[in-house]
């Protein structure tokens, strides 16, 4: 966070210890795997991003974004296997995306 510009700086891969000492290990991801943490975040970004853009703001849209979002990551892992985790979130946030820019999530 910087305060003169009141906005968040990301500093840049591998350099979150949160992200790469906590968040990493409690899902189970090794250092190899380390990149699929960050593709997330940057992927959870756009989805913001995007809502921002189409001017998403209503609490119940937001909401309704943020339930399909995790109900297509949800079955997408009802058919993974738990190898697979991190690669299916990614699925599923890239086609809630998708889903998100022809606002086929707000329906």
Known sequence: ???KT?????RGRGSSYLLDEKIA???GVSRREMKLIYDELELRAKILNTMKKLN???YYDVFRVFAKTYMLI???????????TQKV???GLEEALEKLKTKELLR
């Open 56 to 58: 998403i703001v209503d």
């Open 1 to 3: 966070w910087d305060p």
């Open 25 to 27: 290990t409690m899902r």
């Open 74 to 84: 949800d079955e997408k892992m009802k058919a993974a296997s738990k190898a697979d």
């Open 89 to 91: 979130i990614l699925e």
């Open 6 to 10: 009141d906005q968040f700086v990301f």
